[in-house]
């Protein structure tokens, strides 16, 4: 533990947007602690140390950097450039003498006044704190003086549970280093926050250089100025050419450094070799971020993936961002902004749809088909090959941009998942996030990782992960777009009950099937509708659910129809089909449609179905309804309309709680699992005696079970009682009935002993030398059932649920679920299990304790927050007795794997 405070580091995001790290302090960092001192103020300096100083001494220097690494630890905030390091803030704590209150440490914190109120002291006191708790401290102390208010903010804002006392002008505060949910929200979103100030001088640029900028006719670097100043980019642009004086009459620069202005955002577009010193020479110059265009690097070599690490260290260490590089640029409509740089001729429409794409190429589809499907977008970030800023940077972008109300997403590989599996729940309670994951099969898994994608997840990770976060998946690009374009413009559904109109009987015959196979009803009318119906349609009109006026319809009998059918109060959202017919010019029919949609209430969606492409004009309607989305045929509308009323649901769904274990049982587990870890170099299977310590902590029933020689298995039956099951237990056998290596029924001493023989033998016959069983007394009723964890190569440990113990392989009905798992999501994972009705009491059998079940997947899911080692757990069988009598683990096994570099 000692050791990892003193390799610390770590990347940071100030309040600002700007990048900075925290690191270690070394005993060679003297000459910072002096550069440091030097950028303080008197009233700091006071504030610190409680007295004015001039000079730090050479024992306080050694003081402070001689560190008793047991009892103390200490973090530097800093930003370098080209050149050196830059300190600009300095945290440390030390272990008190108190026999009474052990485990406490005074902590103190300076930051350079130029840098106060930006966030370097909370990231400080963050992280410090998580040293300490790995260190044993469990409370720092600290004081104040009382008119340093800038430090008070710090410790009252910080999230922790406080206590203040106060004294002769001084502040006394105390407080945990526990990691409680109320500091996890509070650090997450000063996370959340700072991410996107980072990301607004990319996004929202007050001035842009184009390094690589060109007079020449079809180069990359012509077309980025071309389309800033085409598009009204309403900044400043300074191109970059080393020998042109002007291009497209903007004067030009012979590089960044010769700008003598500040500069937001640099974008790249030179050759793959120059990149490097390009970004360099940015740096220098102070500019706060980058895009870098070319291409050329990470995606084709392993020293092009050098390259882009040794980026990401430059920019981040100087305090800049970069999107890239292999990208197309970025986008935002916004009429203050009016930014397009990108080099494709494309400029879509303004809206509120943020828009991020892995592939330059479809995003440069989807740009281009935003006018036609009248699809506004406010942004648009084309990632590239992700060296910097990721998909989880522009989520935060997004979830405080007012421009943006829904987010589309095209992935191809994920980053950072675990940040993202905690992101995006919060943010898709507030803004719908669509998104497609491409590299579902294994051919398209082999595309994405010979384009620009990494390690391409499991898809049933995927699944998992989007279902429980809220976001909206979509299986195709077009999916994509239809969906984004309802939730962009019309409300959500209060429901699945779908009222459908059309002139076309079988394109309502194609919208009823459609609308039942993705889980919406499309029910009966009720009477009173249906007689108001009857006094505006003809006879030959067919009133059930679609409403088939017949081709005849004129356009005011399809406008009173559509009031009458939206005021019906079993109908949660309208889809309107129409077929243009020679009896009525289509202009007339769209005019009468919208005079009936803007009377329709406004928490009502209303989705259209235009058959044809051909004179019909786009339905919009006045403000506040707005347009309508309409799409080619009936399946494109029910996909969309299902979708958002999943994501409806998902928001009313109770976020429910997640069990958290006592701290004795987080110690007893953390030392059993130290213990095996301390014996290993590699991956391992837990002894029976190990596994019974941490399921016991962990509160999960395990049937009483004593691992025995042959020998001495008579008396531990004795001991244990009757009636038992024996079970091998010999290196290598992980599946024990698979070869038979399991034996119940045990009654009694003398089927014990003939039980040892029997597994002798059994285990000689396949070349195992057997040397120990367990006896575990048998649980004969109940249902069977499996919990268990496996760990994903990129989402790490997902929980598993299904009924039917050893057979659940071959039923293969199993729920998934990324911890950490809470009521609500143990419930609903059972719900999703076809065998879940086992559980209710099945022909006469009784019912199972169904709570007792989620208890154990609660208790599962502590342990995988607790156990980050833990790669492989199978409870199973999983033994769900009556109602009110719990659930027995009756065979469990455990895989732990000590943690890589």
């Not at 009323?645 to 109770?654: E, I, N, Q, V």
Request: hydrophobic residues 45%; glycine residues 8%; contains cysteine.
């Amino acid at each position: 533990m000692e050791g990892r405070a003193a390799e610390y580091r770590v990347e940071a995001i100030l309040r600002d947007g700007r990048s900075i790290y925290l690191r270690a302090l070394r005993s060679d960092d003297q000459d910072l602690l002096l550069q440091l001192f030097s950028q303080l103020s008197s009233r700091s300096v006071y504030f610190r140390f409680f007295r004015f100083k001039k000079w730090l001494s050479e024992k306080e220097l050694s003081r402070l950097t001689d560190l008793d690494l047991a009892r103390e630890a200490a973090l530097i905030a800093a930003f370098r450039d080209v050149e050196a390091e830059h300190i600009i803030g300095l945290g440390r704590y030390g272990a008190l003498e108190d026999r009474e209150r052990p485990g406490r440490a005074e902590v103190a914190l300076a930051v350079a006044d130029a840098f106060q109120e930006k966030g370097v002291g909370t990231l400080l006191l963050e992280h410090l704190s998580a040293i300490a708790r790995r260190n044993g401290i469990t409370e720092f102390a600290a004081d104040v003086l009382e008119e340093n208010g800038q430090m008070m903010e710090v410790f009252s804002r910080i999230g922790f549970r406080m206590e203040q006392s106060r004294g002769s002008g001084v502040v006394h505060f105390s407080f945990p280093t526990e990691n409680t949910p109320e500091f996890a929200a509070a650090q997450a979103r000063r996370e959340r926050l700072s991410t996107a100030a980072s990301i607004r001088p990319i996004l929202n640029p007050r001035c842009i250089a184009v390094v690589g900028a060109s007079r020449k006719h079809g180069t990359i670097g012509a077309a980025l100025v071309s389309s800033l100043k085409r598009c009204g980019y309403r900044g400043t642009l300074y191109p970059v050419n080393p020998v042109a004086a002007e291009i497209e009459g903007i004067p030009a620069f012979p590089s960044v450094s010769a700008i003598k202005a500040p500069v937001d955002m640099a974008l790249i577009a030179v050759p793959a070799a120059s990149v490097e010193a390009s970004v360099a020479e940015c740096a220098r110059a102070g500019v706060r971020s980058v895009v870098v265009i070319t291409s050329g690097l990470g995606e084709v070599s392993p020293e092009g993936r050098e390259t882009e690490r040794r980026l990401r260290v430059l920019v981040r260490s100087s305090g800049m961002r970069m999107v890239g590089p292999n990208c197309m640029g970025v986008i935002n409509t916004a009429a203050d902004v009016s930014m397009n740089a990108n080099f494709a001729p494309v400029w879509p429409p303004p809206g509120s749809i943020g828009l991020l794409s892995q592939s330059g190429a479809l995003g440069y589809a989807i740009l281009d088909q935003a006018p036609e499907l009248n699809i506004g977008v406010s942004t648009f970030v084309s990632v590239g090959n992700k060296a910097d800023v990721s998909v989880n940077d522009l989520l935060c972008y997004w979830a405080e941009d007012p421009h943006t109300n829904v987010i589309m997403l095209y992935l191809e590989s994920f980053d950072q998942a675990g940040k993202f599996a905690r992101l995006a729940p919060e943010i898709c309670r507030r803004k719908p996030i669509v998104a497609v994951k491409s590299g579902r099969s294994e051919a398209g898994r082999r595309a994405a990782s010979s384009h620009s994608a990494a390690l391409a997840s499991s898809d049933r990770a995927i699944e998992t992960l989007f279902e429980q976060t809220g976001i909206i998946r979509a299986h195709s690009a077009e999916q994509l777009l239809d969906i984004t374009r309802l939730l962009a413009c019309q409300p959500l559904p209060r429901g699945r009950r779908v009222g459908a109109i059309t002139n076309g009987g079988g394109p309502g015959i194609l919208l009823a099937d459609a609308c039942e196979a993705q889980g919406l009803l499309l029910p009966e009318y009720a009477q009173g509708t249906k007689d108001r119906l009857r006094g505006i349609l003809p006879m030959q009109a067919g009133l059930a659910n679609p409403i088939d006026m017949i081709a005849s319809a004129t356009p005011e009998q399809y406008s009173r129809a559509v009031e009458i059918a939206a005021a019906d109060p079993g109908i949660d959202a309208l889809i309107l089909v129409y077929l243009p017919p020679q009896l009525h010019p289509p202009a007339d029919m769209i005019r009468a449609l919208k005079a009936a949609v803007e009377r329709v209430p406004l928490e009502m969606p209303v989705l259209a179905v235009f058959m044809s492409g051909r004179d019909v004009p786009p339905l919009v309607c006045e403000e506040p309804r707005g347009r309508i989305p309409a799409y080619n045929f009936p399946d494109n509308a029910a996909v969309a309309l299902a979708a958002a009323h999943r994501y409806a649901s998902w928001l009313k769904r109770p976020a429910g709680t997640v069990l958290a274990l006592d701290e004795q049982a987080k110690r007893v587990i953390r030392a059993a699992v130290d213990c095996v870890l301390a014996e290993t170099r590699g991956p391992v299977w837990l002894q029976p005696r190990h596994l019974a310590v941490i399921l016991s902590a962990a509160g999960i029933p395990f049937a009483a079970a004593e691992e025995t020689s042959l020998e001495e298995a008579p008396a531990a039956a004795e001991r244990l009682g009757y009636p038992l099951v024996a079970k091998v237990q010999a290196e290598g056998v992980v599946h024990k009935s698979d070869v038979g290596g399991v034996l119940p029924g045990l009654q009694s001493k003398n089927d014990v002993e003939a039980a040892a023989v029997t597994l002798r033998e059994r285990m000689e016959a396949i070349g195992v030398d057997l040397k120990h069983i367990l006896l575990q007394r048998e649980i004969r009723n109940g249902i069977e059932a499996l919990v268990g964890v496996s760990a994903d190569p990129v989402f790490g440990p997902m929980l598993v649920c299904g009924l039917g113990g050893v057979l659940v392989e071959v039923i293969k009905d199993t729920s998934f679920r990324l911890p950490p798992v809470s009521d609500t999501d143990a419930e609903e994972m059972i719900a999703r299990l076809r065998t879940g009705t086992l559980l209710n009491g099945y022909r006469g059998a009784p019912a199972g304790d169904r709570n007792a079940l989620i208890d154990v997947i609660r208790r599962v899911s502590a342990l995988t927050e607790l156990i980050p080692e833990l790669q492989e757990l199978d409870l199973n069988p999983v033994k769900v007795l009556e109602t009110g009598s719990g659930v027995v683990v009756v065979d469990a096994r455990m895989r732990i794997s000590p943690p890589g570099p």
